[in-house]
Nanobody, 126 residues
Framework: QVPLVESGGGSVQAGGSLRLSCAASGYTYTSNCMGWFRQAPGKEREGVAALYSARFSRYYADSVKGRFTVSQDNVKNTVYLQMDSLIPEDTAMYYC???????????????????WGQGTQVTVSS
């Protein structure tokens, strides 16, 4: 099991911002593609963003492009998800994931992501 620890969730009004953090071990951070996913009640888990630190590659779901930004801190082995212009539809449990390989599976292929954190709740009110 690869430890992934998320933090930074909370409640915010529409239009507000939150920053999620995902702390990983050094090995995990440099050897995996790191992703953010979310799952709203009654809905399937969906990919939000991904980052492969070694190649500075970033990927985003269409629903969050221009509003969310994924970034990294190589010293802290931490991946961040900056969420701006939040809307109620962003309300979900957000999960950090590691691919288990040196490549990024498509965000739509949730099953290909091997390791998962416990999740952090994000609630956006109108």
């Amino acid at each position: 099991q690869v430890p992934l620890v998320e933090s930074g969730g909370g409640s915010v009004q529409a239009g507000g911002s939150l920053r999620l953090s995902c702390a990983a071990s050094g090995y995990t951070y440099t050897s995996n593609c790191m992703g953010w996913f979310r799952q709203a009640p009654g809905k399937e888990r969906e990919g939000v963003a991904a980052l492969y630190s070694a190649r500075f590659s970033r990927y985003y779901a269409d629903s969050v492009k221009g509003r969310f930004t994924v970034s990294q801190d190589n010293v802290k082995n931490t991946v961040y998800l900056q969420m701006d212009s939040l809307i109620p539809e962003d309300t979900a449990m957000y999960y950090c994931a590691a691919s288990g390989s040196r490549s990024c599976p498509p965000l739509s292929n949730v099953a290909e992501w091997r390791y998962w954190g416990q999740g952090t709740q994000v609630t956006v009110s109108s």
